[in-house]
């Protein structure tokens, strides 16, 4: 009995901890292998009636080289692909509005649980970047957190980005 009455008055507080995914993200029990192309790229055009998307990671490993993230990127519902460590992806898309998705591929949950969303409308023809940022905040009072901002960038620091970057090939786990 008493290990059920524990059971109860922990139960709230575990559960409470567990957040659904954004609709902008895919599955979580899906995961990536991630493998680097480092040979040169450069922006492409997209396909015509298309837009195209470039996903950037950057991220500067400050801690020793023992950890470089995997992040997952979600558009509208559905898993696209993963970047690790200093990298890109793209893909197209539809004209049309679209929700973007990246999260922190990890077994921690409390590194897991977080998400960056953003949203942006289409249009044929038009190329579009993004930067994801993971980075490490410390809080005087409470210790280390890893942030990971999605945010759009220009066409020149994407020129930039994708001279420093390995496109990233990943696919999921089996």
Not at 5 to 33: M, N, W, Y
Not at 107 to 131: C, P, W
Not at 143 to 163: C, F, M, Q, S, T
Request: proline letters at 8%; hydrophobic letters at 40%; glycine letters at 6%.
């Amino acid at each position: 009995m008493r290990l059920f009455t524990l059971f109860l008055l922990l139960a709230p507080s575990v559960f409470s901890q567990i957040r659904p995914a954004p609709a902008s993200c895919g599955p979580p029990e899906i995961k990536f292998d991630v493998k680097p192309d480092k040979s040169p790229h450069a922006i492409a055009q997209p396909e015509p009636g298309k837009a195209l998307v470039y996903i950037f990671e950057e991220f500067e490993d400050t801690q020793g080289g023992f950890i470089i993230p995997t992040i997952r990127v979600g558009l509208n519902g559905a898993w696209v692909g993963a970047t690790r460590g200093a990298s890109f992806l793209s893909f197209s898309v539809a004209p049309g509005e679209h929700h973007l998705c990246a999260n922190w591929q990890s077994s921690a949950s409390q590194i897991s649980s977080q998400y960056s969303l953003t949203s942006f409308t289409a249009e044929s023809g038009k190329v579009y970047f993004f930067k994801i940022a993971p980075r490490v905040e410390s809080y005087h009072d409470s210790g280390n957190a890893w942030r990971k901002d999605l945010a759009p960038v220009d066409h020149d620091e994407a020129n930039y980005l994708i001279g420093i970057s390995s496109l990233s090939a990943s696919h999921p786990h089996k």
